[in-house]
């Protein structure tokens, strides 16, 4: 062989090395799905079948990292994996992942700010880059889930196509805390299909904006007039879209509908079948069928973002009822600005059932009041169609990076009231309020759960819209979730001019039974209202620990004076409970309303509420029978105000912060401002303004405004779940099917599944003799109709047959031993206790025009 012919052998032999070596470096198709479980060398699989690996051999070092497990598992988690394990970072990170080039892809950085190896979640803030975009900056995942009172965050971003086969995505604590970190759950990296397209910049027609080159933020994705469709129900792309009805603005929200069997949906044939699932087609929210009703108003969805950004808002339509050109024809605004005159649906689709989108791009500016996207759609008046409508099925707002390469927002500010009612999170938030440069905000731009956190964010919509302090209730914010809609009335706020008649307003009787406190006893006693002796807040104010008579301690309610629960709660609470005594209700002391004061003075309960030894506390979990005899004893409160007085009382407010435990951990019902004495014997309900808490509130009262002391039992049943389950009653950051605690524990129970969603602390402890005795009780208080509802007095025996299941059985037939040295349930009390069953009450004579306030706004109590 001469040296030419081995010169070109070795040319070959170079040239089919570097081929091989560019193979072997090249992904090996045109698409890629990273699940990365972090912080684990094993991985596993979520609750929908997923598996997710380990993200150790995609960190480009392991040197600034440690693998943490988290200390305590939150019941709304939905899967232990990836949340349960963390990567913690002390120095910048970067992941480094091979990807086909000139593909978008979805990135989903899932976090659960909880604690890791003794570190604190509040000194967690850091950056996250990706492609050369700063997606996430001086980011605080534990003042984001505080602020929106959810346990774990979700961001999903679209990332701009790279030339290069490479992506990084680098972590970096932020050098201005001291002790930062940054952290990281889950990893999702996923090929997906350009959907983007150049969008018509709103008033500017003659402008596109161009969405190709930019990485976009997932702010909202909502099924319009539709419910929850999970990740596994899209369109190939794993994405997740929520109910509008959270963002509706006002009270009128319109109609809902969804199309009839024997309509067929068929995306045009230039169309992709991934833009969205076919049951975003399917439903939509129309105004109504009255056009002379649907001219008077817009329908319109406001939604919280971050100022200084251009927003891309994808609408999706698809005509079911009409086939016709000039039918329902109808005007786009957004931030009152027309982006679409004379919007046709079918003049665009040129059929009935075949879907369309529209694109549209708005710039948000940074001033007050400005961080706002409003979506109003209204009748076209000049056209001149068949009918006067509007129609919407489904809406997508996402947010393009700036000039600058940035997508980041500030992080979200947690109401005052929510730091209060929250004092440890307060304590570590305030150390860092001042640098965290943040502002009111919501929607993705806050953070939010299950992968765009629609629901959560409300509390923050509200907040800012409306200027005012959202109540809570032993740290747990209420009062942001309209689940039933939206109200077009409320009461108004308790003027002081009348809080200095309100010993005027108690009768004689309340009067003589009931302590009259001066205010220097009060201040004395609560060492002039110390905040230090705060222990809890509610809708009517604080709650302080309190000394009198030199040492009985006292617990003492002061009203808030910007408080929407006035003169008529406090009235309504000393007449019931000053003719009331029972084992199983709180005793009220009594009372003091000098200088415009309205103070209410109880006995003290050690243990505070029921609903502080569920969930989200750091105090010993409650034994199963320990759950039980709490609920017996608030069924015992109960049933004595149902039959054990001259006229039956109706609670109106039975939850878990109205449960309280004293230091023998005998519970006892509290609360009795909302309370209604009931029917007479001609009739069987009463006529009344709907109150209430949502979560609690009976489905059938609320549609007929007719109250009966079923209304409790409907109550008193969610709380039967949420002893069993510890979780809330509402929990917008689960998926929307899961959000209602009612409604997914009898979705659970009817499937046979109702084991999987138990307190975690329970598994395996409880009898299932007596599992299926207490579910089945609480299944049968939570009936749609009142008359399908059983008694009180039927739900405690029950309760107590369902206890004696538990300390008598378990699944061998030997003892119980789970429940040994937990004092056994108090004997029944007579029904007639102490002879108080007499005289009534009168009617609380509320302003039946006005309705109770937590039907726009529930607060605590």
């Known amino acids: 062989m001469n040296n030419k012919t081995q010169i070109l052998l070795s040319l070959f032999s170079f040239i089919f090395l570097l081929n091989s070596l560019h193979v072997l470096s090249a ?12 912080g684990t060398t094993s991985g596993g699989a979520d609750a929908d079948g997923r598996k997710w690996e380990s993200d150790t051999k995609y960190l480009v070092s392991t040197d600034n990292s440690i693998n943490a497990q988290a200390e305590f598992q939150d019941p709304s988690l939905p899967s232990p994996v990836p949340y349960m394990t963390s990567r913690i970072f002390n120095k910048e990170a970067t992941y480094s992942f091979q990807v086909p080039a000139k593909k978008r892809h979805w990135l989903r950085l899932h976090f659960y700010p909880s604690t890791y190896s003794s570190l604190n979640p509040s000194d967690s803030y850091f950056s996250v880059v990706a492609g050369g975009v700063t997606l996430l900056n001086n980011f605080s995942a534990s003042i984001t889930a505080l602020a929106l009172t959810q346990s774990y965050i979700v961001r999903e971003f679209s990332l701009t196509p790279s030339p290069a086969e490479l992506l990084n995505v680098t972590f970096t604590p932020s050098d201005k805390h001291q002790h930062s970190f940054a952290f990281i759950n889950g990893i999702e990296l996923v090929t997906m299909p350009d959907l983007f397209q150049p969008a018509t910049m709103v008033g500017f027609s003659d402008q596109q904006v161009d969405t190709e080159s930019s990485t976009l933020q997932t702010m909202y994705r909502l099924n319009v007039g539709g419910q929850y469709i999970p990740a596994s129900n899209d369109s190939g792309l794993t994405r997740t879209w929520y109910d509008d009805s959270p963002y509706l603005y006002g009270a009128a929200f319109g109609v809902t509908a969804h199309a009839e069997k024997n309509v067929t949906i068929e995306l045009p044939s230039d169309m992709p079948k991934y833009i969205a699932p076919l049951d975003v087609y399917s439903t939509w929210r129309s105004m109504g069928p009255d056009s002379k009703l649907n001219m008077n108003f817009n329908l319109t969805w406001i939604f919280q973002v971050d100022g200084n950004f251009t927003y891309v808002l994808r609408l999706h339509f698809c005509e079911l009822v009409w086939s016709m050109i000039n039918q329902r024809v109808f005007d786009i605004f957004i931030n009152n600005q027309t982006a679409q005159a004379g919007a046709d649906v079918i003049a665009w689709s040129q059929s009935i059932g075949v879907p369309v989108y529209k694109d549209y791009a708005i710039y948000v500016n940074d001033g007050p009041g400005d961080e706002q996207i409003w979506v109003a759609l209204h009748p076209t008046t000049s ?31 947690p109401s005052e009231m929510l730091l209060e009612a929250q004092p440890e999170e307060a304590k570590e938030f305030s150390s860092s309020k001042s640098n965290a440069n943040a502002k009111v905000i919501g929607g993705a731009a806050g953070g939010a759960a299950a992968v765009v956190g629609l629901a959560a964010a409300v509390g923050i919509v509200f907040y800012q819209r409306k200027k005012r302090t959202l109540g809570a209730e032993s740290g747990v914010t209420s009062g942001w979730l309209p689940l039933y809609g939206n109200s077009t009335t409320s009461s108004s706020k308790t003027s002081n001019s009348n809080r200095s008649c309100t010993s005027s307003h108690l009768s004689t009787l309340a009067a003589g039974l009931c302590r009259h406190f001066s205010l220097p006893e009060i201040k004395q006693g609560t060492k002039n209202f110390e905040e230090s002796q705060v222990i809890g807040v509610g809708g009517f104010g604080k709650v302080y620990k309190g000394v009198i008579d030199g040492g009985t301690k006292v617990a003492i309610k002061r009203a808030n004076p910007s408080s929407e629960q006035g003169v008529h709660e406090f009235r309504t609470e000393i007449e019931m409970l000053s003719k009331l005594r029972h084992r199983h209700l709180v005793s009220l002391i009594g009372f003091c309303e000098e200088d415009d004061e309205m103070i209410l003075v109880y006995d003290y309960m050690a243990h505070g509420t029921l609903r502080e030894h569920l969930y989200k506390n750091n105090k010993t979990h409650l034994s199963w029978k320990q759950r039980l005899e709490i609920c017996i004893g608030a069924a015992r409160g109960l049933h004595y105000l149902h039959t054990g007085a001259k006229y039956t009382i109706i609670h109106r407010d039975v939850k878990t912060t109205n449960i309280l435990v004293d230091e023998n951990w005998v519970a006892k019902v509290s609360d009795f401002g909302l309370s209604k004495t009931g029917p007479n014997m001609n009739q069987n309900h009463v006529s009344t303004v709907v109150k209430g808490s949502f979560g609690y509130l009976d489905p059938e009262y609320f549609r007929r405004q007719q109250l009966t002391e079923k209304s409790d039992v409907y109550s008193f049943g969610v709380v039967l779940f949420e002893v069993l389950c510890a979780r809330p009653a509402l929990n917008p950051s689960l998926p929307k099917e899961q959000v209602s605690l009612a409604d997914w524990a009898l979705h659970c129970q009817k499937k046979g599944v109702l084991e999987d969603i138990i307190d975690p602390h329970l598994k395996g402890k409880i009898n299932p003799e007596c599992l299926k005795k207490f579910a089945d009780t609480a299944e049968k208080c939570l009936s749609d109709h009142g008359v399908d509802r059983p008694a009180m007095g039927d739900v405690l025996w029950n309760l107590e047959f369902a206890l004696q299941l538990q300390e008598n059985l378990v699944a061998d037939g030997s003892p119980n031993k789970s429940s040994e040295g937990v004092a056994p349930a108090a004997a029944p009390l007579s029904l007639h206790e102490l002879g108080l069953d007499s005289e009534s009450t009168e009617s609380d004579g509320l302003n039946t025009s006005a309705v109770f306030s937590q039907l726009i706004n529930p607060q605590g109590r």
């Open 27 to 38: 992904p090996k198709s045109d698409s890629v799905s990273y699940l990365l479980s972090c």
């Open 383 to 413: 056209m001149k169609p068949e009918v006067y409508d509007a129609i919407l099925n489904g809406l997508e707002i996402f947010k393009m990076n700036d000039t600058t390469g940035n997508l980041a927002g500030p992080n979200p500010v």
